[in-house]
């Protein structure tokens, strides 16, 4: 996810803002419908056909926008196949409902009902994008753990294959099929060892099975 603005210092004023929020919506401001400038703080403009959330979604970025840009966006009907965009002025991330506009993170929050006592996040997977946005963040740590252990995108994976196969020419080379056949091996290698000493052979065929037995 971008990063959400956060202003820190003053916000900068509403037609910078509201631009930004239009040219992501619409893909560049080369791109965007002609904008009715009612009032310094208050813009309409007409899109044409509908807004949708995914395959062609310009109604999340205009949703996600607002809240990044503190613009309040408002959908009204227009013409035949045209809904009416309405941006307006908010002051910041705090204050009156009626002056202020929660930044993403603020309306994730909202919207899966966190309080300030027991805040929610959403964990996301870096490798696969699997989010787990309902878990309280003492439980997400844990499910993201089961969930690295199947991950098909994780890391893990390649070292586990990797592992798998250092694993398979090992056993070629001391000639067991399975953890089974260890054992018995252990025993013939020192048994030949002590008949035609070969202390370095041994030792590294030694070392080879029981390596084999802790990957295992
Ligand atoms: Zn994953």
Same mark, same amino acid.
């Given at each position: 996810?971008?990063?959400?603005?956060?202003?820190?210092?003053?916000?900068?004023?509403?037609?910078?803002?509201?631009?930004?929020?239009?040219?992501?919506?619409?893909?560049?401001?080369?791109?965007?419908?002609?904008?009715?400038?009612?009032?310094?703080?208050?813009?309409?403009?007409?899109?044409?056909?509908?807004?949708?959330?995914?395959?062609?979604?310009? #109604? $999340?970025?205009?949703?996600?926008?607002?809240?990044? %840009?503190?613009? /309040? &966006?408002?959908?009204?009907?227009?013409?035949?196949? @045209?809904?009416?965009?309405?941006?307006?002025?908010?002051?910041?991330?705090?204050?009156?409902?009626?002056?202020?506009?929660?930044?993403?993170?603020?309306?994730?929050?909202?919207?899966?009902?966190?309080?300030?006592?027991?805040?929610?996040?959403?964990?996301?997977?870096?490798?696969?994008?699997?989010?787990?946005?309902?878990?309280?963040?003492?439980?997400?740590?844990?499910? #993201? $753990?089961?969930?690295?252990?199947?991950?098909?995108? %994780?890391?893990? /994976? &390649?070292?586990?294959?990797?592992?798998?196969?250092? @694993?398979?020419?090992?056993?070629?080379?001391?000639?067991?099929?399975?953890?089974?056949?260890?054992?018995?091996?252990?025993?013939?290698?020192?048994?030949?060892?002590?008949?035609?000493?070969?202390?370095?052979?041994?030792?590294?065929?030694?070392?080879?099975?029981?390596?084999?037995?802790?990957?295992?």
């Amino acid at each position: 996810m971008e990063p959400t603005s956060t202003f820190p210092e003053a916000l900068p004023p509403f037609s910078e803002r509201a631009e930004a929020v239009i040219a992501e919506v619409f893909g560049g401001l080369h791109n965007a419908p002609k904008v009715r400038k009612v009032r310094d703080d208050y813009w309409k403009l007409n899109a044409y056909g509908g807004l949708a959330t995914f395959d062609d979604s310009r #109604l $999340t970025t205009l949703v996600f926008a607002a809240h990044r %840009h503190c613009v /309040r &966006a408002e959908i009204d009907h227009s013409g035949p196949r @045209r809904v009416k965009i309405i941006l307006s002025d908010r002051k910041g991330r705090t204050g009156s409902m009626f002056t202020r506009h929660p930044d993403l993170q603020e309306a994730l929050n909202i919207y899966y009902g966190a309080t300030p006592e027991q805040p929610k996040r959403t964990l996301t997977c870096v490798y696969c994008g699997q989010e787990y946005p309902d878990q309280t963040p003492a439980h997400g740590a844990q499910v #993201l $753990t089961e969930h690295i252990r199947t991950c098909i995108k %994780h890391p893990l /994976r &390649a070292a586990e294959a990797k592992i798998e196969r250092l @694993r398979k020419a090992l056993m070629r080379i001391t000639n067991v099929e399975s953890l089974d056949e260890i054992p018995a091996m252990e025993q013939m290698v020192k048994t030949l060892a002590s008949t035609q000493p070969d202390p370095d052979g041994a030792a590294a065929a030694l070392d080879a099975l029981a390596a084999l037995r802790e990957t295992a």
